[in-house]
């Protein structure tokens, strides 16, 4: 039933073992729930020290206040719900999270081989970071492209070349560019140079499909790959619901209904599709209606399983979350933005199970790359964020249940 690589456990053998040659311990000490829980625990404090070097990498320190957002945020996402959760149990989201975090780091400082090997050992814990891996490679991407770009933007600007008019202009641009770009063997051969570990990791990944004739490894017939659409919708939600401070606003929601008025055709084609897609493609994985220990078994069962009709109501939500999501980023590159979605859908529309866990990663790396928000709101959310974990360790801990085929204990989580 295990269904990931054994990068957790081979690390905890890596702990315990020389814990119990230096202090003497049994193995009944050292392969204890307690001491395996703490090596999850460990790596919560290497992700909250990645997060801060991060926020420091990331985001510009040419303003006085940025020092305190920095360590606030840093503190805020130590303690993000979904991942402060599992650093308390034996789950590979704290070493997921740690090396993914840690190889884009090295990404971001040039340090590509190191950040490619921090990327396999991603892989270990979880399949799916191969994913995180190539988003590195294609944040170094992203970099050649907008400086092209930029000094492609200044030269026509010299030649003051007319620009080109018309519907989705900026898109013809962008597409254009990208042609003439990739057409250049001198460029395909700098980014080759730059990206070879990541491409070396890629290939390896794909070898490993291959032998063992697909990504999951364990029990197969609960984890099937499926074009699963509409989880993009519940991620934006998801993302919506924790950082509210940053994307709700009566600021936020009047310049969205601005901007749907203004081009209310393209807003029409984009609900009818929406709509289409979630009558077509919302799959619903027999675990999310068994297993009645996780709050999405609740979420669907209150919310989209009562009445039909639901699921269609909340499009509108949706493309609110989605645009606020994508406004948020702004700041970043369009092709910054382009890799950032692209990973986004390779890693959450292939599974079939809604999993609030699937959604930490992205989040966390979305968080890290939006401008660093006002003191007052970074208060607000890390506010927020003490009272939902007091509130799901408090049901974990206290609301216990049992299961009428079964004598043990069961309890409420993520």
């Known amino acids: 039933m295990i269904t990931t690589l054994p990068g957790l456990y081979l690390l905890s053998v890596g702990v315990v073992k020389p814990a119990r040659w230096i202090f003497g311990w049994s193995e009944h000490v050292v392969c204890s729930i307690g001491m395996l829980r703490f090596v999850n625990l460990l790596f919560s404090v290497g ?16 303003k006085a206040g940025s020092s305190a957002q920095r360590i606030l945020s840093t503190l805020t996402l130590a303690v993000f719900p979904t991942l402060y959760f599992f650093n308390f149990l034996y789950y590979t989201e704290a070493g997921s999270m740690f090396f993914t975090l840690f190889a884009y780091l090295m990404c971001l400082y040039g340090n590509h081989k190191t950040s490619a090997l921090l990327g396999f050992c991603g892989f270990m814990f979880r399949q799916t970071n191969i994913v995180w891996a190539v988003f590195c490679a294609g944040n170094v991407i992203a970099q050649k492209l907008t400086e092209a770009w930029k000094t492609e933007l ?18 013809r641009k962008i597409l254009q560019f990208l042609l ?14 730059l990206t070879w570990p990541y491409i070396l990791l890629l290939f390896l990944f794909c070898a490993f499909v291959v032998v063992n004739g697909g990504i999951v490894v364990g029990d197969r017939s609960s984890h099937e790959v499926c074009l699963h659409f509409p989880q993009l919708f519940y991620f934006f939600s998801f993302t ?3 950082s509210f401070p940053h994307l709700l606003s009566p600021s936020k929601v009047k310049a969205f209904l601005c901007l749907v008025w203004k081009r209310r055709i393209q807003f029409f084609v984009l609900t009818i599709v929406s709509v289409f897609l979630v009558w077509k493609f919302t799959y619903v994985h027999k675990y999310l209606l068994a297993d009645n220990r996780h ?9 989209f399983q ?19 999501i994508t ?15 692209i990973c986004l859908f390779a890693v959450i529309v292939p599974q079939k199970l809604l999993e609030f866990r699937y959604f930490i990663l992205p989040y966390v790396i979305y968080r890290l790359n939006i401008p660093l928000p006002p003191i007052s709101r970074l208060v607000c959310e890390l506010g927020c964020y003490a009272v939902v974990n007091f509130i799901t360790f408090y049901i974990f801990l206290n609301k216990t249940f049992q299961w009428p085929n079964s004598q043990d204990t069961q309890r409420f989580m993520w």
């Open 47 to 62: 992700n909250f020290y990645l997060l801060f070097l991060l926020f420091r990498k990331v985001q510009p320190r040419h």
């Open 154 to 171: 200044q030269k026509k600007k010299e030649e003051r070349l007319p620009p080109i008019k018309g519907p989705f202009s900026e898109f």
């Open 180 to 193: 003439v770009y990739s057409m250049s063997f001198k460029n395909l051969s700098m980014l080759l140079v």
């Open 240 to 242: 919506l619901f924790f």
């Open 295 to 303: 709050y999405t078994f609740y979420v669907w069962r209150r919310v």
């Open 306 to 324: 009562r009445y039909e009709i639901v699921k269609y109501l909340l499009v509108p939500v949706y493309i609110f979350a989605g645009w606020s």
């Open 327 to 341: 406004d948020s980023l702004k700041s970043k590159s369009v092709f910054w933005n382009l890799m950032f979605f």
